[in-house]
Antibody, heavy 119, light 108 residues
Framework: QLQLQESGPGLVKPSETLSLTCTVSDGSISNNYYYWGWIRQPPGKGLEWIGSIYYSGSTYYNPSLKSRVTISLDTPKNQFSLRLSSVTAADTAVYFC???????????WGQGTLVAVSS | ENVLTQSPGTLSLSPGERATLSCRASQSVSSNYLAWYQQKPGQAPRLLISGASTRATGIPDRFSGSGSGTDFTLTISRLEPEDFAVYYCQQYGSSPYTFGQGTKLEIK
């Protein structure tokens, strides 16, 4: 059973870049079955898909965030990462990583990590 | 993008009652690629239903999904205390993947 775990700073200053990593265990990030995605949830609000990456390196982003998002793979470490630039308070959220199949539902999920944007 | 609207926003019911949650899409959901998730406070969402009606592994059969096109329903036949949570629908038939705003199922 795949397990995912997010890590990264819990506080980022406005205008800086948010960087998070998702470590995949009990399975290989290089398998051709899963895409690896990021989803966020502002406090008390709903879920928003940020983007996904395939083992080949192909990336797919939500147009609403595309200009500020980069998702990348670190295959030797079995990790994938999220970078979100020029953050504002509106980017304060719990950030989840998750696996999904091509045109598929999100499962499994990491436990989530809260990132606050504040000076 | 395909906007999903869930109703009601909050549903107040008692254990043992039947819950019916609705998810309406602004455009037809390709291949009925619609999922339902349950989320409890401080936890990640848990997959309940995929493909509009297929229960995920380990999900009790009191949970059922139905619908097609633009109208989908999650039904919980007899509520257990652990079912009170927030429920989200999500479409994965077109990009960007989108979620509904959620229905909070609370104890009456």
């Amino acid at each position: 059973q795949l397990q995912l775990q997010e890590s990264g700073p819990g506080l980022v200053k406005p205008s800086e870049t948010l960087s998070l990593t998702c470590t995949v265990s009990d399975g290989s990030i290089s398998n051709n079955y899963y895409y690896w995605g990021w989803i966020r949830q502002p406090p008390g609000k709903g879920l928003e898909w940020i983007g996904s990456i395939y083992y080949s390196g192909s990336t797919y982003y939500n147009p609403s965030l595309k200009s500020r998002v980069t998702i990348s793979l670190d295959t030797p470490k079995n990790q994938f990462s999220l970078r979100l630039s020029s953050v504002t308070a509106a980017d304060t959220a719990v950030y989840f990583c998750a696996g999904h199949t091509n045109w598929g539902w999100f499962d499994p999920w990491g436990q989530g990590t809260l990132v606050a944007v504040s000076s | 993008e395909n906007v999903l609207t869930q109703s009601p926003g909050t549903l107040s019911l008692s254990p043992g009652e039947r819950a019916t949650l609705s998810c309406r899409a602004s455009q037809s959901v390709s291949s009925n690629y619609l999922a339902w998730y349950q989320q409890k406070p401080g936890q990640a969402p848990r997959l309940l239903i995929s493909g509009a009606s297929t229960r995920a592994t380990g999900i009790p059969d009191r949970f059922s999904g139905s619908g097609s096109g633009t109208d989908f329903t999650l039904t919980i036949s007899r509520l257990e205390p652990e079912d009170f949570a927030v429920y989200y629908c999500q479409q994965y038939g077109s990009s960007p993947y989108t979620f509904g705003q959620g229905t909070k199922l609370e104890i009456k």
